[in-house]
């Protein structure tokens, strides 16, 4: 009989993939549920279930048996989690997946929480009120909005679109940001409003809610991500995040700007200390990522999400700890440690566009075959790899059988290196 603990992974997606990964080390068998018979996370599942995140039945067929319950994608339906919820031990609960599944709650959420946001609001907005100078307001406090239903933006009129839209852009000015309240990553759902121009384009958003952000000039974004036994707090060295189109591209850490070169700087120090105080405050448990914008040594919440986050994966190779393990150490009520940075790190994520030249870095590797390669899985060889191909480089491809451009199919972490040396020696590999 099997007498290891099981962790169950809503979700077979790459971040699956490497909690099971953890959860093997520490001892734990896992199951997976994924709607994608392919997914990679089932290449190191001890139990795999096929099945779509709102079908009852499969999450039921993926929890029974199951000591704990987390969840690595983070669109699962709060509603059909609550069916679920008093049947089997989801030990983050679902308050935090809850609270990050709408920007317009998320981010409220995070000011009553003590977190400086942009300045938002929802769109379409319920009810504007005309003030005596005849300028467009909100009711209520416009620093928390009242959310509203989903049913309240499809019957709006193209022309009624448009209108909502220039008056809540009237209210908080240009530039700024229109994202679609639910659903919406890696720059999908959103549109930039700079001039007047933007607006019609921008509006064919508002089919569904959506809300208004002012737009941050920021000097560059960070993340940090925290695990929780409800008792203390410990959080990752924060990452510095340089997007393109969107996407994460590079995570440096120490991240320049928050780090005197030993640990965080103030401002660093700041930040760790408002989202610790922010968790606690939420009272979430588990892990939870924040990704921030950074101006003039002041700090704005983006956005958060309750599983491990793509910036986080430089913490395998980067950190004494990873951010996998101690998601697992949290699930199997055993004891958190406390990261340490062991060298100055970068992570590379791979989009499709970036695939071959990570396969040509495995490629070089591969001839001189060095002991760290671990092929995950033996059907896709061709494309699973996750080892250390060269000194200091770290190659994590997720087996995904289908590559386009823009999907994340691995990442690469060189770790002693700093930003410079990175783009000094391997920039150039890239797209
Ligand atoms: P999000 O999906 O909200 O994380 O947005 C994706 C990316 O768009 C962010 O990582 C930023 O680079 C950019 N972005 C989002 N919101 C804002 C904003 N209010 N001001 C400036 N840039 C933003």
Redesign the pocket.
Same mark, same amino acid.
């Given at each position: 009989m099997d007498t290891r603990k099981t962790i169950a992974i809503i979700g077979g997606g790459q971040l699956g993939l490497m909690i099971a990964r953890e959860a093997h080390y520490l001892g734990a068998s896992v199951a997976v549920l994924d709607p994608a018979s392919d997914a990679p996370a089932f290449a190191q599942a001890d139990r795999r279930v096929v099945g779509a995140y709102d079908d009852i039945k499969a999450l039921e067929e993926l929890c029974e048996g199951s000591d704990a319950v987390t969840y690595e994608f983070e669109n699962v339906p709060g509603e059909i989690l609550r069916h679920i919820e008093n049947k089997y031990d989801i030990r983050q609960g679902i308050a935090p997946l809850f609270d990050s599944q709408d920007?317009l709650r998320e981010k409220s959420n995070a000011r009553i929480h003590g977190l400086k946001t942009?300045e938002f609001i929802p769109v379409p907005a319920i009810d504007f009120i005309r003030t005596e100078d005849g300028e467009g307001t909100l009711p209520g406090n416009p620093e928390f909005p009242v959310p509203m239903s989903a049913g309240d933006a499809s019957s709006l009129s193209k022309a009624e679109r448009v209108s909502q839209l220039e008056q809540a852009v009237s209210v908080l000015g240009m530039p700024? =940001?229109l #994202?679609t309240r639910t659903m919406?990553?890696?720059?999908?759902g959103?549109a =930039?409003i700079r001039g007047d121009s933007d607006i019609e384009n921008a509006s064919e958003l508002l089919k569904v809610p959506c809300i208004l &952000? #002012? *737009?941050?000039? *920021?000097d560059y !974004?960070a993340s940090v991500v925290m695990v929780s036994d409800g008792e203390k707090v410990i959080h990752f060295p924060i990452g510095r %995040?340089i997007?393109t189109g969107?996407i994460?591209d590079l995570c440096v850490v120490p991240a320049p700007g928050l780090s005197d070169g030993h640990g965080e700087n103030e401002t660093g120090a700041k930040i760790a200390e408002a989202c610790g105080n922010f968790m606690k405050s939420c009272g979430y448990k588990g892990i939870l990522a924040v &990704?921030l *914008?950074i101006k003039d040594g002041d700090f704005y919440f %983006? !956005?958060m999400a309750p599983r491990p986050h793509n910036s986080g994966h430089y913490t395998i190779e980067g950190c004494s700890t990873n951010q996998y393990r101690e998601l697992c150490h949290f699930l199997l009520g055993q004891p958190l440690e406390t990261p340490v940075l062991l060298a100055p790190t970068v992570m590379k994520n791979i989009l499709g566009q970036d695939l071959e030249a990570a396969k040509a870095i495995v490629a070089e590797s591969l001839r001189g075959a060095g002991p760290g390669l671990r092929v995950d899985s033996p059907e896709y060889v061709d494309n699973a790899f996750c080892g250390e191909a060269g000194k200091g480089v770290y190659v994590h491809l997720y087996g995904k059988t289908q590559s386009r451009p823009k999907r994340k199919m691995g990442h690469i972490t060189f770790t002693p290196m700093t930003l410079e040396e990175f783009n000094e020696h391997w920039a150039d590999r890239f797209v």
């Open positions: 920007r942009p700024c =940001v #994202k919406g990553y890696d720059g999908h959103q =930039v &952000e #002012k *737009f941050v000039d *920021f !974004e %995040n997007h969107g994460l &990704e *914008f %983006n !956005e």
